[in-house]
């Protein structure tokens, strides 16, 4: 496999040298470091079951090798890699997986190491999404998951992953994650703070991560993150559970700032040691019981883990200074309601209580049931799903919904190979055989693609503009 030319800052590799254990050699660092990284996927159990995906695959050839700490997780080697991307796949177009990074599985697998299911979630870093799709599947897509990203141009692709997943308890916010100890005191049964880091692991995907690095740099890190989990601290209900995660390397971004949180509240806070939440975890297990993953232990990026549960209450922090301003929603009428799921119902799209009819003028929406006691306390860019738009002879049904609460089973057309390639450039489709009803939801291999209008011979395409797809798609199986 060829070399990275990664470049390392003398004083980089100084501080490796310390804060690597004694056990591990600093030359198969360096080497580790210096291999490409391999590529790796996560099933996405909303949509189909692991066994599943590996028989539908199976045809490919693919070589698919476990992640150990994540039961949907995958390293994945293609003998087309280079003639035809992962992203291109049918499978991969229609939400069955994600392409995601072996280590960043690790903290969501540590959010969930005692099997619960959390009504209330926040991702407070969540683009471009990995993680947050992650968390819904492990949700099974109940409760409700504030996803925050401060980076505007980034919110755009994380809705757009939530949505391709099928994702449907989900609440966006774009903030500055500073805030929400202040805003959402108490607020949550889960936490995941994947902090904005140095990136020091992550030189085997980007060799140049270390250009601007620097000691001095990676101190100011530090104290936003300390900032970061203090206020994810008071966000975090007393009996919860808080995971602090980097993509880093050095103590001062990871033992540090976990140990800074513990100092300031030696009452209230208490480690949940990771050595059992896979079976050689212990080979990355620091002292404190958290996860210190060097690239050479399981042959993938660098990361750090701390698992914390709050034990108590803390004293709150001075209330938000800003206006929400007024609330632009309504929550549906029961007539009106009825009138909606039915016609829904009628096109095979589902939903359950946990899920409930919201309105803002001619648009209607689904919003998570457990969103409802934060409504007014912080300002959200999108909540829940807009299920569709009213017109004088009914309902225009969104393509989120179809993707996220379609019932193909009964309803549904399945498309050709060919037929389904159409559709993802955006092209109308001229079935041998078409549907009875006027809308029908297209699948492929099963899984909807969205919703289709039926005039004469053809299915109008309504897939989103935005995500059209040129060049070669789909693989060929092999016989």
């Not at 996405?44 to 199976?58: E, H, P, R, S, W």
């Not at 141009?153 to 500073?178: E, M, P, Q, W, Y």
């Amino acid at each position: 496999m060829a070399q990275n030319a990664v470049f390392f800052p003398d004083e980089f590799l100084a501080q490796m040298r310390e804060a690597m254990p004694k056990n591990l050699s600093f030359e198969a660092f360096i080497d580790a470091c210096q291999r490409p990284l391999r590529r790796s996927i996560r099933v996405n159990t909303l949509k189909i079951t692991v066994d599943d995906f590996l028989a539908l695959v199976a045809p490919y050839g693919w070589q698919l090798t476990p992640v150990p700490w994540c039961a949907e997780g995958f390293w994945i080697e293609r003998d087309n890699e280079d003639e035809f991307p992962l992203g291109s796949t049918a499978e991969h177009l229609s939400g069955l997986f994600y392409i995601q990074e072996a280590s960043s599985m690790l903290p969501v697998a540590a959010l969930f190491a005692d099997g619960d299911a959390p009504a209330r979630v926040m991702d407070v870093a969540a683009a471009p999404g990995s993680k947050t799709t992650q968390i819904a599947a492990r949700m099974g897509n109940r409760g409700m998951l504030l996803a925050n990203e401060f980076s505007a141009s980034r919110v755009k692709v994380l809705h757009a992953n939530i949505s391709r997943c099928g994702i449907a308890n989900t609440a966006l916010t774009h903030f500055d994650g500073r805030v929400f100890g202040a805003a959402l005191p108490e607020c949550f049964d889960a936490i995941l703070l994947d902090a904005p880091c140095s990136g020091e692991g992550v030189v085997r995907k980007d060799p140049d991560a270390l250009k601007n690095w620097s000691l001095a740099s990676n101190q100011d890190i530090a104290n936003t993150q300390c900032e970061l989990i203090d206020s994810a601290f008071h966000a975090l209900r007393p009996g919860g559970t808080l995971v602090y995660s980097t993509c880093t390397l050095n103590r001062d971004e990871n033992e540090s700032v976990v140990n800074w949180l513990l100092e300031r509240y030696p009452d209230a806070v208490h480690v949940l040691p990771l050595g059992d939440l896979f079976p050689t975890a212990d080979q990355a297990l620091t002292a404190e019981g958290y996860l210190h993953v060097f690239p050479q232990i399981y042959d993938c990026e660098g990361f750090f883990v701390a698992r914390l549960q709050k034990t108590a209450a803390i004293d709150p922090l001075p209330a938000p200074g800003y206006k929400v301003g007024k609330f632009p929603f309504v929550p549906m009428k029961t007539r009106e309601s009825h009138t909606v799921i039915d016609a829904a119902r009628r096109v095979g799209i589902e939903w359950d209580e946990s899920l409930v009819l919201w309105q803002r003028d001619k648009e209607v929406w689904l919003f998570p049931k457990e969103i409802e006691p934060l409504l007014g306390k912080v300002r959200f860019s999108r909540i829940g799903i807009k299920l569709a738009e009213t017109h004088n002879k009914g309902f225009r049904w969104q393509h989120e919904a179809v993707i996220a609460l379609a019932n193909p089973a009964e309803l549904g057309h399945e498309l050709t190979s060919a037929d389904a390639q159409e559709w993802y450039r955006g092209r109308d489709v001229y079935p041998g055989n078409a549907p009875s009803q006027d809308d029908v939801i297209v699948t492929f291999q099963g899984f909807p693609l969205g919703l289709a209008k039926r005039i004469g011979s053809r299915l109008k395409n309504s897939y989103p503009r935005e995500l059209v797809r040129d060049g070669k798609l789909f693989a060929n199986r092999s016989e």
